[in-house]
């Protein structure tokens, strides 16, 4: 597929196809008995079965470091630990084993660890944090809190400390000291969302739950498109006998998200009269809470801390199906889709959020290239509800990845077939199948789908991009595809594939300095996409760069682009370009090309 006319890639991150959605310990050793070349030769792969062979310290170490760059949290505390084993008291080996055994889940491997770490540093934050968490854990709430005695670091641990001494002194019976330790947490203007909403819950599981309702409103104030602090703020308002004010606040949600499974429960829970209970009742399961919170938040500034909340939260309330989700985003991040597949495995079949994980899983099979296990398994989800319109995308997107065009435009056409109305928040069924139509030659009856997109929505960039250099591809309306096109790169000014879009509409109409132009923006946006750079190098040639074209032609081979591109590649490079190769002009329309 021509990578100008960008439509989402399902090999790719499966939870971004769907649209969904701090300080980290650090320190250094030099080591200079064995080179970096061999540790940086080790690949996640080579990580895949027991490690059964011994290791040198150095060896182990560097292992270790290679898995940590590789992302693969388990090998790497498993060859730190190992080497902690031949060098018991390095502290930096103790952290390191530690805090990967923590981000792993690998509790059994980190607590023998905690003592040890306090023994070297007083205030080793992770150390404090998660002897505290154990002592949630066991209901031993005095011995939570004096856990908390030491490593607040920086305005994370602060926060974090806070919301777990507020719950461990709810947890001793004072529900009040809890809700003031909250409240007078000093820290920057974003506390406010995490103190809020632990005190209400925190209120609401002593059954205070008009007090709770407050600061559920406070919380919701500081942001009220955070999803669990908009479904609990609804269900107090429900709880507290206001109910339409609890409708209002789940309209407001849609209009952001429309049928969130949560929030759909959620509703039907108030229109059937059912009882709300609590969200959380213990104080484990209040710190599990607030832990995901904080550990979905940080997960863009250090995916190993993240990892450490989350797999925090979920050991203190295995039940918690959010942060499971959670998990499975983070390892899809670290490119682990087994791992992210076991953790969406695990949500509770009985959960709102089990339809949700089924969908990513399916893509996590697409994108460890199982076509057939993906396809079935979303398949599956479609035949229990044809209307689900996310899992038919998804399906769809997995059939289109893998070129079977017809099939997906079939399952695309089913989920179209559901619906009363085609509406703008469809949109993407319609701009699937016109691209599958437009892959199978149906032309027309792509545009017809193209268009009817931008009748919905009609500053939808991706679809003005598609049309529009599809159009340009076919010689047809060329003016029209220009505008729509530069229409798109207004909108998505920083979009490489788009601006290559506009250089090459400039290329095929013979304005080649202003391709040039447009496409060296586009290769600055996206340096290592090989059809860009091929594009530039077109253009190049055309205004008399040929030097500058055959160097980007080369760098286009290099970056390993598709047999029958490279074969068009490697003749240029060999050859250079003929003169005529189908330049149009405005006016031109199919029949003249």
């Known amino acids: 597929m021509d990578h100008s006319r960008q439509s989402f890639d399902t090999r790719r991150s499966p939870l971004s196809l769907l649209g969904r959605r ?83 889940g690998n509790f059994d491997r980190a607590q023998p660890l905690i003592d040890r770490l306090l023994e070297n540093d007083r205030d080793h934050f992770l ?63 974003w506390f406010e969302l995490f103190t809020s909403f632990n005190a209400g819950l925190i209120l609401e599981a002593a059954d205070r739950r008009a007090e709770a309702l407050d600061y559920y409103e406070e919380a919701y104030g500081a942001d009220p498109g955070a999803l669990r602090i908009t479904n609990a703020y609804a269900r107090a308002l429900a709880a507290n006998a206001r109910q339409q004010e609890a409708f209002e606040v789940l309209d407001a949600y849609e209009q952001l998200v429309p049928n969130h499974p949560l929030l759909v429960a959620t509703r039907d829970k108030i229109t059937s009269g059912g009882t709300v209970d609590p969200l959380v009742t213990t104080p484990a399961e209040g710190v599990a809470e607030a832990l995901y919170g904080l550990g979905s938040a940080i997960s863009r500034d250090g995916e190993e801390l ?14 918690l199906d959010a942060a499971a989700i959670a998990l499975g985003t983070l390892f899809d991040q670290l490119g682990n889709n087994a791992r992210a597949i076991e953790y969406l495995d695990s949500v509770d079949p009985a959960s709102p959020m089990k339809r949700e994980a089924e969908i990513q899983i399916g893509l996590h099979y697409n994108v460890l290239d199982d076509l057939e296990q993906a396809r079935a398994h979303l398949e599956d989800l479609v035949k229990e509800d044809p209307s689900d319109l996310e899992a038919v995308t998804a399906l769809g997107n997995v059939l289109r990845s893998h070129s079977l065009f017809e099939e997906a435009e079939a399952a695309y056409s089913a989920g179209i077939s559901t619906l009363d109305e085609v509406k703008r928040q469809n949109w993407p069924l319609l701009y699937f199948r016109g691209i599958t139509l437009e892959r199978q030659d149906k032309w027309d009856q792509a545009e017809a789908d193209f268009r009817k997109v931008l009748d919905l929505y009609p500053d939808q960039p991706m679809v003005l991009n598609y049309l529009g250099y599809s159009l340009v591809d076919r010689g047809m309306k060329l003016e029209e595809a220009l505008e729509m096109i530069k229409t798109a790169v207004r909108l998505r000014p920083t979009d490489g594939y788009i601006v290559d879009s506009l250089g090459w509409v400039y290329y095929r109409l013979g304005r080649y300095e202003e391709a040039v132009s447009q496409l060296e923006r586009a290769v600055a946006l996206r340096p290592q996409d090989p059809i860009l750079n091929d594009h530039l190098g077109d253009a190049y040639w055309k205004v008399g760069r040929k030097l500058e074209a055959r160097f980007k032609w080369n760098h286009a081979r290099d970056l390993e682009p598709e047999p029958d591109h490279l074969e068009k590649i490697l003749d240029k490079i060999a050859n250079g370009m003929p003169e005529d190769d189908g330049t149009l002009s405005i006016g031109q329309n199919s029949n003249e090309r």
Not at 146 to 155: F, K, T, V
Not at 306 to 319: G, H
Request: proline residues 2%; glycine residues 6%; without cysteine.
């Open 127 to 189: 150390a404090h944090f998660f002897k505290s968490a154990k002592a949630l854990k066991a209901r031993d709430y005095t011995q939570a809190i004096e856990a908390l005695d030491g490593g607040d670091i920086n305005p994370l641990s602060r926060l974090t400390f806070a919301i777990m001494a507020a719950w461990a002194e709810a947890g001793r019976g004072n529900t009040d000291k809890g809700v003031e330790i909250l409240s007078t947490v000093e820290g920057p203007n």
């Open 22 to 104: 701090t300080a980290i310990l650090a320190a250094t050793v030099a080591v200079t008995t064995v080179t970096w070349a061999h540790a940086a030769s080790l690949s996640t792969s080579q990580f895949a079965e027991p490690l059964t062979q011994e290791y040198s310290l150095a060896g182990s170490y560097l292992s270790g470091r290679s898995a940590l760059q590789a992302q693969d949290l388990g090998h790497a505390a498993e060859f730190f630990e190992r080497a902690l084993r031949l060098d018991p008291d390095n502290y930096y080996l103790q952290d390191r084993t530690f805090v990967m055994a923590l981000a792993d």
């Open 306 to 319: 993240s990892a450490v909340y989350l797999q925090t939260s979920r050991y203190l309330d295995e039940d």
